[in-house]
C-alpha cells in the first residue's frame, strides 16, 4: 500500500494553475513586458541616433577630406597665377625666356595643367605688329589662327611647355566663347583671377581656364605704372577637368574616399553639367538611395562648382548598420525573458498561496472535526481560539471559553498550581501531558487529558484535549475491584490462617490426649505398674486424657482434604527495634516524592520484644501510617510502643496531624467494618483500605487494631496491639 | 553437671510428662521435667543430660525457641533433641530437622517402641 504523508496529499489535490490572463495575478509580468519593451524602444532610438550621428561624422569626414584635397588643388593653381601677376606687376616687360621660366615648372609638376598662356590684348590695328613682334620673339612660323579679319584678336603669344602646345601658339581665344567671355570678366575685375566654365578647351579635352587681366603699362621716364584699366593681356591657365580631379582624388586617395561618391557639376547657364564623377560612381545601382547626401560648393575663382556628395551602398553597413535592430531584437527578447521570469515567480508564489491556502483550509477541517479539543491559549492560560469539540466537552461554546482561563476549569485548587509549576518548568517546544478534573458548564465533572506545548518564542500553549472520564472511570472502578479483590482474599487467607492455625492446634492437643490415653491405656495392658496404686494413677490419667480428648472432639468439624497454610506466617519473637527501619522504608516507597512524613518514636520501649510474623508486621505498621496521614501533603506522626505483660500483648500507639477528611474516615470506616468491601467507592485516598488491611493482617497474627480521633480538630490516634513475646 | 544417664523432658501436658517420665526411669534412664521452656533453659545452661526431648508449644517458648538457645551453649551442640509434637504432618518432619532437632517423634507415641526410639538417638 502506497502511503503519503499529509503534505503530499494536500500538494497532490487538484491543484490551481495561473492562467496568464489573470490579470490581477499576472500584471507584474506584464508590467515588466511593457516597460521592458518601452525601454527597448528608447535604446533603440539612442543606438538608431548614436549610430546616425557616427554615420555623419565620418561622411562628413570623407567629404571635407575631398573638398580640402578640392580646395588645395585650386589653390595650387590660383598660387601660379598669383605668381605670374607678382611676375608682371614687377616688371617692365615679361619677355618670352622669363614667361616660359616661370611657367616651366608648375607645367611640369601638375599633370591637369595643360598650359600656362600669356594671351595679349590685340586690336585689329595692332594685330600685324603684334605678329611681327611675335616672330621677333622667335616663334618664326608665328600666325594667329583660326585668320580672319576680327575687331579683337586673344592670340596665344607666349604658351608653356611649348613642345606640347607648340599648335596652339596664335590661337585666338576671342573665337572662343567661353574664354572671350572670361576674358571680358577678367578685363572687368582686373587684377582678379576668374575662371571660366568648364567645356572642351581642346576639342577632345574637358577643361577650363583660370586667368588674370594683366594692366596696360605705361613707361615713362622715371617708373612704370599701371595706369587705368586697360588690359593689356591675360595669363592664363589651361587646366584639364579630369586631370584636375583625378590627380587631386584618385591619385591622392584617402581610405574615406570609399564610402562616399561624389560629382562634380557645372552649373554654368543654368545648365547642370557633370564635370567630373569619383571612380566608384560606376559602381552605383540606378535605384540606389544613398544613406547620406550632401551638396557642397568648390570656389574656383569666380565661379562655384557644385560637388554633390553620397554614401556608397555599403556605407554604415555591417555590424554597426545592425546594431540598432541588434539592440532592439534584445531588448525585446529581454523584455520577454523578464515576463516569462516574473510570470514564473508569480504563477509559483501564487501556486504557493494556493497550496499554503488549501493546507490551511484542510487543516481547519481537521482541527474542526476532531473529538479532541484543540486549543491555542497564552502563557497564562487564556484560551485564544479553541475547536468546536469543547462544547461536546465541557458544554461551552468556543466564544464563552474565549473569556476565560483553562485554570477556570478545574475542579481542585491544587491543581492549579500543579500546571502552573509544570508549565514553568516545561521546556519549550516539548510537550507534556497534564491529567486533570474538569468542570462543565453544567456542573458535570470529566477528567481531560491535556498534551500542552509552551511556545515562549510565541507566547502562547499550544493544547489537545482528550476526555478521559471513561477511561478514568474504568481505571477507578478496577483499582476499586483490585483493592476489593485484595480485602477479600485478605479476608480469605485471614480465615484460612485461622482455619490452618485452629487445625494445627486442634492436631495438637487431639494428640496430646491421645498419647495420654493411649500411652496408659498400653501400660496397663502390658501390666506395667509395679502396684495397684500405681495401676490405680495409670487409670486415672487415661481417663482425664479421655476427657480432654472428648472436649476437642466436640470442637471438630470435618476437613476434607489437607489445610495448606500460605507462606510462612509463624511468630517470631522481635524487637520493635529491630523493625524501625523497614517500617520507614516501606512508609517512603509508598508515598510521593513531594509529601513528607515525619515520624517522631519514643526511645524508651522501642524493645519492646512482640511475637509477630516480621514481614507481616512491618506491613500493618506501615500501611497504619499511610492511612493516618492519607491526603495530607505533610504530617507529623508520634509513635509510642509500649509492653502490656498484664495483658500480655505489645502496643504501638500512633498519634497523627489533625485533619478532618481523615477524621472523617476513620468514624466511616468504623461504622461499615462488617461491610468494608462495599464501603469502598467512598473511601479516599486509601485510608479504609490501608486500615482494613492492617486489621485483617493484625487478626492472622493474633493481635488487634483500635482507631479513633480526639475530636474535632484533634489528632487522630491508633492502637495496634499484638501477642508479647516472653521472656528476655 | 547432671548425670549422664540424665535425660531433660519439656513438656506442658502432666500426662504425657508423666508418661515420658514412667518409660524412661522403667528403662533405667534419670528423667529431669519442665513443664515451661525458660526454666528449662537455664537448667540445659549449667548442665549436660545425655537427651533433651521437648515439646513444639509451651506456654513461654517454641521448642524451636529453646532449641536455638540451647544450641548457643558450649555443651549444645554435643547433646541430641528430640522434638516429640503433635503436629504430625508430613511436611513437619521435614521442618524440625531444618530447625536443628536431632530427631522428630510424632504424638500419639507407641510405648512399645518408645525407648528404642530414644537408645538409637542417643550417642
Known amino acids: ?728 | 553437671m547432671a548425670d549422664a544417664n540424665t535425660i531433660c523432658v519439656i513438656e506442658d501436658n502432666l500426662s504425657i510428662r508423666k508418661l515420658y517420665g514412667i518409660l524412661l526411669k522403667k528403662a533405667g534412664f534419670n528423667v529431669v521435667e519442665f513443664e515451661e521452656g525458660e526454666p528449662a533453659v537455664e537448667w540445659l545452661e549449667n548442665n549436660h543430660p545425655l537427651l533433651v526431648i521437648c515439646d513444639d508449644i509451651l506456654p513461654d517458648l517454641t521448642g524451636t525457641e529453646i532449641l536455638k538457645k540451647f544450641r548457643t551453649f558450649p555443651h549444645g551442640n554435643d547433646t541430641p533433641v528430640i522434638a516429640i509434637t503433635g503436629h504430625a504432618h508430613a511436611s513437619d518432619r521435614e521442618r524440625y530437622l531444618e530447625h536443628g532437632f536431632d530427631d522428630y517423634i510424632a504424638k500419639p507415641i507407641n510405648t512399645a517402641t518408645f525407648v528404642e526410639q530414644i537408645r538409637r538417638i542417643i550417642p
Open chain 1, 1 to 728: 500500500m502506497n502511503t503519503s504523508s499529509y503534505d503530499s496529499v494536500v500538494k497532490s489535490a487538484a491543484p490551481q494553475k495561473t492562467s496568464i490572463f489573470q490579470i490581477s495575478k499576472t500584471y507584474p509580468a506584464f508590467l515588466t513586458l511593457i516597460i521592458g519593451l518601452v525601454l527597448s524602444f528608447f535604446v533603440w532610438k539612442f543606438v538608431t541616433k548614436t549610430v546616425e550621428s557616427d554615420r555623419a561624422t565620418a561622411f562628413d569626414k570623407a567629404t571635407s577630406s575631398v573638398m580640402t584635397r578640392l580646395d588645395a588643388a585650386y589653390d595650387r593653381q590660383y598660387q601660379i597665377l598669383n605668381s605670374f601677376d607678382g611676375l608682371y606687376k614687377n616688371s617692365v616687360q615679361v619677355v618670352r625666356g622669363v614667361f616660359e621660366l616661370y611657367g616651366a615648372i608648375p607645367t611640369s609638376t601638375y599633370s591637369s595643367l595643360l598650359s600656362v598662356s600669356y594671351v595679349p590684348h590685340v586690336t585689329n590695328k595692332e594685330r600685324d605688329e603684334f605678329v611681327y613682334y611675335a616672330m621677333s620673339e622667335r616663334y618664326y612660323d608665328y600666325k594667329i589662327t583660326p585668320p580672319g579679319d576680327r575687331e579683337l584678336y586673344y592670340p596665344v603669344e607666349y604658351i608653356v611647355p611649348l613642345r606640347r602646345n607648340a599648335h596652339r601658339s596664335g590661337f585666338d581665344f576671342a573665337t572662343q566663347q567661353q574664354a572671350f567671355e572670361t576674358m571680358k570678366r577678367a578685363q572687368s575685375d582686373m587684377g582678379k583671377v576668374v575662371a571660366s566654365e568648364f567645356y572642351n578647351v581642346r576639342p577632345d579635352t574637358l577643361g577650363f581656364l583660370m586667368m588674370f587681366a594683366v594692366k596696360k603699362k605705361v613707361v615713362d621716364s622715371f617708373a612704370v605704372e599701371l595706369k587705368g584699366n586697360k588690359i593689356e593681356g591675360v595669363v592664363m591657365l589651361e587646366l584639364s577637368s579630369d586631370g584636375f580631379f583625378t590627380t587631386t582624388i584618385t591619385d591622392n586617395p584617402v581610405p574615406t574616399d570609399t564610402s562616399i561618391f561624389f560629382a562634380c557639376y557645372d552649373n554654368a547657364s543654368g545648365s547642370k553639367k557633370k564635370i567630373f564623377a569619383s571612380a566608384n560612381s560606376s559602381k552605383m545601382a540606378q535605384d540606389f538611395t544613398p544613406l547620406i547626401t550632401e551638396t557642397r560648393t568648390l570656389k574656383i575663382a569666380d565661379r562655384e562648382i557644385t560637388v554633390e556628395f553620397a554614401t556608397v551602398p555599403s556605407f554604415g553597413q555591417g555590424f554597426q548598420g545592425r546594431l540598432p535592430f541588434f539592440s532592439l531584437l534584445g531588448g525585446v527578447l529581454i523584455s520577454f525573458v523578464g515576463f516569462a521570469f516574473i510570470f514564473s515567480i508569480v504563477t509559483a508564489r501564487g501556486r504557493a498561496l494556493d497550496l499554503a491556502e488549501r493546507m490551511t483550509r484542510s487543516q481547519r477541517r481537521i482541527v474542526e472535526s476532531s473529538q479532541d479539543i484543540i486549543a491555542v491559549m497564552d502563557i497564562q492560560g487564556g484560551w485564544k481560539s479553541v475547536s468546536p469539540a469543547v462544547k461536546k466537552t465541557l458544554d461551552y461554546s468556543e466564544n464563552e471559553l474565549l473569556t476565560k482561563n483553562i485554570l477556570d476549569t478545574f475542579l481542585h485548587p491544587d491543581d492549579k498550581e500543579r500546571l502552573k509549576s509544570a508549565l514553568a518548568s516545561s521546556k519549550d517546544d516539548v510537550g507534556f501531558t497534564f491529567e486533570v478534573q474538569s468542570g462543565t458548564k453544567t456542573g458535570e465533572m470529566r477528567w481531560i487529558s491535556w498534551h500542552l506545548t509552551v511556545s515562549r518564542a510565541d507566547g502562547l500553549i499550544y493544547a489537545i484535549g482528550r476526555d478521559i472520564t471513561l477511561q478514568k472511570t474504568s481505571e477507578e472502578q478496577a483499582k476499586l475491584h483490585n483493592k476489593q479483590v485484595q480485602l477479600a482474599e485478605l479476608s480469605a487467607l485471614e480465615a484460612n490462617d485461622f482455619k490452618a492455625k485452629f487445625m494445627r492446634e486442634l492436631s495438637h492437643n487431639l494428640r496430646d490426649a491421645l498419647t495420654g490415653t493411649m500411652g496408659f491405656l498400653q501400660l496397663l495392658a502390658v501390666k506395667g505398674y509395679e502396684s495397684p496404686e500405681e495401676e490405680e494413677t495409670f487409670i486415672e490419667t487415661a481417663e482425664n486424657s479421655s476427657e480432654q480428648l472428648y472436649t476437642y472432639v466436640t470442637d471438630i468439624t470435618d476437613v476434607a482434604g489437607e489445610v495448606i497454610v500460605q507462606g510462612d506466617t509463624s511468630p517470631v519473637k522481635v524487637r520493635y527495634s529491630e523493625m524501625m527501619q523497614d517500617i520507614e522504608k516501606s512508609v517512603y516507597s509508598e508515598i510521593p516524592s513531594e509529601k513528607k512524613i515525619t515520624l517522631n518514636i519514643e526511645q524508651d520501649g522501642v524493645n519492646t520484644a512482640m511475637l509477630v510474623n516480621k514481614n507481616i508486621f512491618i506491613d500493618v505498621v506501615a500501611k497504619t501510617f499511610l492511612a493516618l496521614s492519607g491526603g495530607m501533603k505533610s504530617t507529623e506522626l508520634f509513635i509510642t510502643v509500649r509492653g502490656n505483660s498484664y495483658e500480655k500483648v505489645a502496643e504501638v500507639e500512633i498519634l497523627s496531624s489533625p485533619d478532618a477528611n481523615v477524621a472523617r474516615l476513620i468514624q466511616l470506616f468504623k461504622q461499615e467494618s462488617a461491610n468494608l468491601i462495599d464501603a469502598l467507592p467512598q473511601d479516599e485516598h486509601d485510608i479504609m483500605y490501608n486500615l482494613g488491611l492492617v486489621s485483617s493482617m493484625l487478626r492472622r497474627l493474633g493481635g488487634s487494631l483500635m482507631i479513633d480521633s480526639l475530636g474535632d480538630g484533634e489528632q487522630n490516634v491508633a492502637m495496634i496491639t499484638v501477642p508479647l513475646a516472653r521472656g528476655k
